[in-house]
DNA sequence: ATGGTTGCGTAGCAA
């Protein structure tokens, strides 16, 4: 079964290079974030046609998971537990029937998190768009915990919008006073790496220089200046059954690219 | 260097 995860930027913009990147890099199921749309007005029947089973969590403007698979999808659930008033659509999860086994996958596309504020101590401020980035990963953490639980194979894909180590940026001096390299983001995000999962990525391609997004402005592809943000966490069952994983770089150089690029595995499922 | 670019939606925000 192969799993792929990819931050399209808006699926109004991606109509040509997401049905192409399908055709070629073949995936049975993907986890994709900022779909930039409400569900009504997501381009089903095109992907439907293409042969792919659709469920759409999306909003106006801005955010929107989907799920798109060849696979049976079980059991679909939108919206991350723990805040009822959380109108944010950020998450969605289904279990994805494989020719061995069930996978449960969570797409997700955690808050960016900036501008973040700075006390007097020079300390961020746990407020504002900063403060709801680490009362969203605290929650994820939560339901992490909870599907690990199950010992079902569990994967965790999406774009993170955490930079976990300084070898996962090329420059990380430019980003120490960003929500996605601050070191309470980082601690974050291994709180829930170390609940027992595997960051699939890190394990089969652990050399440094190895990124999911360029920025579009200041030339950052022309001159790699990437950062790693988009990962896929495997829970023990999960991770018992990896066989590969990759980065899809290539489509970075494409016609009228994302700004991020697929991340995908394969699971012996 | 407070620049630079893209998407959504059609102004200005988010990234």
């Known amino acids: 079964m192969k799993i792929a995860t990819f931050n399209i930027n808006g ?4 109509l040509e290079a997401l049905p192409r990147w399908l055709d070629h890099a073949r995936p049975d199921v993907v986890a994709l974030q900022e779909i930039k749309s409400v569900d009504e ?15 759409t969590h999306g909003q106006k403007g801005f955010n929107g998971v989907a799920i798109l698979s060849r696979l049976p999808l079980e059991d679909v659930r939108r919206g991350l537990p723990g805040d009822e ?5 950020r998450w969605i999860e289904a279990t994805v029937i494989g020719e061995s086994r069930a996978v449960r996958l969570c797409g997700l596309y955690l808050p960016n998190g900036n501008p973040v504020t700075f006390d007097a101590a020079d300390q961020p401020e746990a407020s504002g768009k900063y403060g709801y980035k680490l009362a969203w990963m605290e929650r994820m953490r939560a339901r992490a915990a909870d599907l690990l639980a199950t010992e079902e194979p569990v994967v965790l894909a999406g774009d993170y919008n955490i930079i976990p180590q300084p070898e996962d940026a090329a420059r990380p001096e430019t980003w120490t006073r960003d929500a996605l390299f601050l070191p309470q983001s980082r601690a974050a995000f291994r709180r829930i790496l170390n609940l027992g999962y595997t960051e699939a990525i890190r394990a089969q391609h652990p050399q440094p220089g190895v990124y999911t997004f360029w920025d579009y402005q200041a030339g950052a592809w022309e001159r790699n200046n990437g950062i790693r943000i988009d990962h896929l966490l495997l829970s023990p069952q999960a991770a018992d059954l990896l066989t590969g994983s990759g980065i899809d770089k290539a489509e970075r150089a494409g016609e009228k690219p994302s700004d991020h690029v697929p991340v995908w ?3 012996e499922a």
């Open 11 to 14: 699926i109004k913009a991606r």
């Open 41 to 55: 007005a997501f381009p089903r029947a095109l992907f439907e046609d293409l042969g792919w089973r659709v469920e």
């Open 85 to 89: 008033s959380d109108e944010q659509a």
């Open 265 to 267: 595995i394969e699971l």
